[in-house]
């Protein structure tokens, strides 16, 4: 399970396969113990290094391979307490339960702790991390370039930008996400860091309170997310032109240099294919935690990642493709934080720019009517357009977008 989210992790950081791979020993010698725990494996229980205890999980239950009862640290035939619990860890007790809800008769299960240590450290920090990382840079780049002004000065005359429908589905979008954002880092970060603040009686109505906000005010974002990508996704499609953007980093550190770009230019492509590929992610996996076993798919996504050997690529060996229902919340939980936490990186950049980080930019988003200095300074191709289907179009009949 540790392997698992360290993957995941590593995978959404992008960092090296050999700083999470470490291998299982091959089959020790137990001869000295008669099978049983050796020295090595307490040592390595202790350096919290895998250990190969098959031999613990094989026998199970097996009253043949148990010391008999009459050696001085002999089990009861086979069938002592140690066997009992072994049985429940490795899943092969005979386990009836009176609830028929997946994972009932799982009343053992590893990955837990796991889980919870991920949850509890690199989830918290990292990404805790990350997001002042992100305002840090924005600091600098604001100490270093200045708020990014109209060169030619504010032209006085507008050009429609966004039309009503598309601001609405912007701020919806927007306006889900930021609750959605809050409420998640005071569920994430609550325990111990606002519980010291404000006392768990006030924890306490205000983690309720943030829950209930969270999981209802998700519909209003997944809507939104369908909005905003089928309005604008023809318009975010990629373009040769993209790389030029992209190779002068859209003119945005040098005064001067501003590259032709069309509707979107290639730093707005890639904010809304963020959104969309890492809104859709963490839409799927928030569902799956809104309704509790019902939707597992971690399994099945690691099947399909096996056959294309994906885990190779990044020096790990296969990755389970045998879940219990509980390691699936688990995986659930931990992959929707890492995709939050990419998500409010990338978001803070944007409301930045989007805000008070550049002159005339908030008003595309605020009337829909932008200043066309700026838009020919940002989105030259898109005012040329513009310009050309109003005067195609017959006279009296409003301007195309
Ligand atoms: C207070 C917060 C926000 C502000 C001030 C803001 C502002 C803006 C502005 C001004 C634009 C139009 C840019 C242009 O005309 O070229 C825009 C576009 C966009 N916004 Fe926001 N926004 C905010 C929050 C969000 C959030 C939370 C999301 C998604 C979760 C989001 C997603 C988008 C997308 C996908 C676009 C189109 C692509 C782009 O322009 O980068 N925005 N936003």
């Known amino acids: 399970m540790i392997r698992i989210l360290l993957l995941t992790l590593a995978l959404s950081l992008g960092l090296p396969a050999g700083l999470t791979a470490q291998e299982t020993p091959p089959d020790p010698?137990?001869?000295?113990?008669?099978?049983?725990?050796?020295?090595?494996?307490?040592?390595?229980?202790?350096?919290?290094?895998?250990?190969?205890?098959?031999?613990?999980?094989?026998?199970?239950?097996?009253?043949?391979?148990?010391a008999p009862s009459t050696d001085q640290l002999g089990t009861l035939g086979g069938a002592s307490d140690p066997e009992l619990w072994r049985a429940l860890r490795y899943g092969t007790a005979d386990?009836?339960?009176?609830?028929?809800?997946?994972?009932?008769?799982?009343?053992?299960?590893?990955?837990?702790?796991?889980w919870l240590e991920f949850r509890e450290g690199p989830l918290r920090t990292w990404g805790g991390y990350a997001v002042l990382g992100m305002l840090g840079l924005l600091i600098l780049f604001r100490l270093l370039r200045g708020k990014i002004m109209i060169e030619a000065g504010p032209a006085g005359?507008?050009?429609?930008?966004?039309?009503?429908?598309?601001?609405?589905?912007?701020?919806?979008?927007?306006?889900?996400?930021?609750?959605?954002?809050?409420?998640?880092?005071?569920?994430?970060?609550?325990r111990n860091g606002l519980i010291d603040w404000i006392g768990k009686d006030a924890y306490a109505n205000l983690a309720q309170v943030s829950k209930w906000v969270h999981n209802?005010?998700?519909?209003?974002?997944?809507?939104?997310?369908?909005?905003?990508?089928?309005?604008?996704?023809?318009?975010?499609?990629?373009?040769?032109?993209?790389?030029?953007?992209?190779?002068?980093?859209?003119?945005?550190?040098s005064k001067h240099s501003h590259p032709p770009a069309g509707k979107f230019n290639?730093?707005?492509?890639?904010?809304?294919?963020?959104?969309?590929?890492?809104?859709?992610?963490?839409?799927?996996?928030?569902?799956?935690?809104?309704?509790?076993?019902?939707?597992?798919?971690?399994?099945?996504?690691?099947v399909a990642l096996n056959q294309i050997g994906a885990p190779g690529w990044?020096?790990?060996?296969?990755?389970?493709?045998?879940?219990?229902?509980?390691?699936?919340?688990?995986?659930?939980?931990?992959?929707?934080?890492?995709?939050?936490?990419?998500?409010?990186?990338?978001?803070?950049?944007?409301?930045?720019?989007?805000?008070?980080?550049?002159?005339?930019?908030?008003?595309?988003?605020?009337?829909?009517?932008?200043?066309?200095n700026w838009a020919k300074e940002h989105h030259s191709l898109w005012v040329e357009e513009v310009q050309a289907d109003a005067k195609a179009a017959p006279k009296g009949a409003t301007p195309a977008e």
């Open 314 to 372: 990044i020096g790990m060996d296969p990755l389970p493709e045998q879940l219990t229902p509980h390691a699936e919340m688990q995986l659930a939980q931990a992959w929707h934080g890492i995709v939050a936490f990419a998500m409010i990186v990338i978001i803070i950049a944007h409301i930045y720019i989007g805000s008070v980080g550049m002159e005339g930019a908030f008003d595309a988003m605020g009337d829909g009517q932008v200043d066309l």
């Open 95 to 114: 386990v009836t339960a009176s609830t028929s809800t997946p994972g009932a008769t799982l009343l053992m299960q590893d990955s837990g702790a796991a």
């Open 157 to 190: 005359t507008t050009i429609e930008r966004f039309k009503p429908i598309e601001r609405f589905s912007h701020w919806l979008l927007a306006g889900s996400f930021i609750l959605l954002a809050i409420t998640g880092l005071i569920v994430i970060f609550g």
């Open 266 to 302: 290639a730093g707005q492509k890639l904010i809304f294919w963020s959104v969309i590929l890492l809104g859709v992610s963490v839409s799927a996996s928030g569902l799956a935690l809104l309704f509790p076993f019902e939707l597992p798919m971690f399994a099945k996504t690691f």
């Open 216 to 253: 209802n005010v998700a519909w209003a974002f997944m809507l939104a997310l369908i909005l905003v990508f089928v309005l604008w996704v023809l318009r975010n499609l990629p373009h040769y032109r993209d790389l030029v953007w992209l190779a002068k980093a859209g003119g945005l550190f």
């Open 29 to 66: 010698d137990r001869s000295a113990t008669g099978g049983a725990q050796t020295l090595e494996d307490i040592l390595r229980r202790q350096q919290g290094l895998p250990i190969d205890d098959r031999f613990r999980r094989d026998a199970t239950g097996d009253p043949s391979v148990a």
